[in-house]
């Protein structure tokens, strides 16, 4: 009798309060916007279903962290492997609002979901582990103004190469080894943020090509063919907050046009490699810049999720875009 109670329980359960059993969710980092607009971080802009962000954001912990692995941190805030050897036990992943400090906590607050955002009162702290066990790699939950998208990023300098994680969920999901994800549509792995400024753009599309025809694992034809991808979600709501005066930013407010940021974008390309052409059909790069619809930060602020990926991660119809979590996604607020 006792058993059944329970598995009606569940059934009556929200989608993020089964998963609560599983794997609690971090804090919103409220620093981490601030930190975002003075220097670059990489991490994760995941899509999910609207109203679903709790349950994205603790599947997207659950994936993340089987293939992360445990990190420390030194007094710089450089994160650095304790051991080396990838190890995919399941742990916790948290940050604490002030700090990187986990306490015991459990569930405040309503269970209504506001979209887009996971109230400050109704969260998960992280649970305490043992003092004698390394520490977790850190991630920042960071706030967003726009609804079915969650961020998380890496406060520390040194951090884990997020396309190769990515990669990897994918060999695993093709190889069946993980379960198609419920609640999260699409993972982008962000490489490096900048201001939305022509400079900044320029100089970390260049930064990042230049990686990308370095690695030796990337075989490329001559000339490269590469493609440029800018997603302005949140687009809207970052027009709403942008001034009527905006001379002294004009350059900034400009490049939320597209075609500017191509244009820009793909001379920052050429720029690196002289050889290259556009090929929209069959990139073998693809530079795709994400608008972060970020959450208490200057009205006049706007920053970009910047990455160069390999043509195995991209999907180029409708239009390029980072591939799909699950082939057979029917969303209208996912990355399509």
């Excluded at 109670?5 to 989608?15: A, T």
């Excluded at 309060?17 to 607009?37: G, M, T, V």
């Excluded at 406060?155 to 999260?184: E, H, R, Y």
């Amino acid at each position: 009798m006792a058993e059944k109670e329970e598995v009606d329980e569940e059934k009556e359960m929200k989608p993020w309060e089964q998963h609560s059993k599983i794997i609690s969710i971090p804090r919103f980092d409220y620093n981490a916007p601030s930190s975002i607009l003075q220097r670059s971080h990489s991490g994760f802009l995941i899509t999910s279903t609207i109203k679903r962000e709790k349950s994205a954001t603790k599947e997207a912990i659950s994936i993340l962290h089987q293939y992360i692995g445990p990190y420390k941190s030194d007094s710089s805030g450089s994160l650095e492997s304790p051991d080396g050897n990838g190890d995919t036990k399941r742990r916790k992943i948290c940050t604490d609002e002030i700090g990187d400090k986990c306490g015991d906590g459990v569930e405040s607050g309503g269970t209504k979901e506001e979209a887009g955002s996971l109230p400050k009162d109704d969260c998960l702290s992280c649970e305490k582990t043992d003092t004698n066990a390394e520490r977790d790699h850190v991630m920042s939950l960071v706030k967003l103004t726009k609804s079915g998208l969650v961020l998380l990023t890496f406060p520390g300098v040194n951090s884990p190469d997020t396309v190769n994680i990515v990669a990897n969920i994918f060999q695993s999901l093709d190889s069946g080894s993980l379960k198609s994800p419920l609640w999260c549509h699409r993972i982008f792995p962000i490489q490096a943020t900048c201001n939305l400024k022509e400079r900044d753009l320029q100089a970390t599309v260049s930064n990042l090509v230049l990686q990308f025809v370095n690695d030796k694992q990337n075989k490329l034809s001559q000339p490269v063919k590469f493609a440029v991808g800018y997603n302005r979600r949140g687009f809207e709501e970052t027009r709403m907050k942008v001034p009527k005066d905006t001379s002294k930013d004009s350059d900034q407010f400009a490049l939320l046009d597209r075609d500017k940021c191509f244009s820009i974008v793909a001379a920052a390309v050429k720029d690196v490699v002289s050889d290259s052409a556009v090929d929209l059909k069959s990139p073998e790069l693809s530079v795709l810049v994400e608008l972060l619809p970020l959450s208490r930060v200057p009205n006049e602020s706007l920053v970009v999720a910047v990455s160069v990926l390999p043509k195995n991660l991209v999907s180029t119809k409708p239009r390029l875009c980072i591939r799909a979590l699950v082939s057979d996604t029917k969303t209208k607020n996912g990355m399509t």
